[in-house]
T-cell receptor
């Protein structure tokens, strides 16, 4: 029972580079979410998806792009990484929005 | 828009002390309420949730929370904390089919 996995777990990149963070869930949950966790801000929603090919912006979407061609995958791309995007990124999924979300282990991203 | 306040950012307790972490939300209608816990280096895990019914909710590891609608509160309690409860605790709220909104978190340190 893999649940929800994220890769890579750790990533160091340089300003201006493109970075893609992967998220995969095995529960066939309809909803998937990307959050970033920063000290003093808690978790902030970047993007979410209600189903394959349906995505929407969250609280802090600027500088990020998502896609969802398959129900089980929800990659997050930083098109041109900036230092302010140094953070811990969590992917989550739920059967329906408003219900319990299950979180992945997170990706620690450092942008130099 | 819904907002969640966790007034205690850092709490330090000795083992066996009682714990109460505050959580207040802004929306007055029907809400779903959650407490998540993040142990050091780990992902968020669901501690307990309230959707309807008995406003006193019991979760894992001896935690409980009480929903007080008139006070817009969902405080987390544990009668006797252990060193292993050292973690960051997040309150989260949804209204209807809206997305989860997280508080900024409370870091609990339990000294042995």
């Amino acid at each position: 029972d893999a649940g929800i996995t994220q890769s890579p777990r750790y990533k160091i990149t340089e300003t201006g580079r493109q970075v893609t963070l992967m998220c995969h869930q095995t529960w066939s949950h309809s909803y998937m979410f990307w959050y970033r966790q920063d000290l003093g801000h808690g978790l902030r929603l970047i993007y979410y998806s209600a189903a394959a090919d349906i995505t929407d912006k969250g609280e802090v979407p600027d500088g990020y792009v998502v896609s969802r061609s398959k129900t089980e995958n929800f990659p997050l791309t930083l098109e041109s990484a900036t230092r302010s995007q140094t953070s811990v990124y969590f992917c989550a999924s739920s059967k329906q929005v408003g219900e319990t979300q299950y979180f992945g282990p997170g990706t620690r991203l450092l942008v130099l | 828009a819904q907002s969640v306040s966790q007034h205690n950012h850092h709490v330090i307790l000795s083992e066996a002390a009682s714990l109460e972490l505050g959580c207040n939300y802004s929306y007055g209608g029907t809400v779903n309420l959650f407490w998540y816990v993040q142990y050091p280096g780990q992902h968020l895990q669901l501690l307990l949730k309230y959707f309807s019914g008995d406003p006193l909710v019991k979760g894992i590891k001896g935690f409980e929370a009480e929903f007080i609608k008139s006070k817009f509160s969902f405080n987390l309690r544990k009668p006797s904390v252990q060193w292993s409860d050292t973690a960051e605790y997040f309150c989260a709220v949804t209204q209807g089919f809206q997305k989860l909104v997280f508080g900024t978190g409370t870091r609990l340190l339990v000294s042995p």
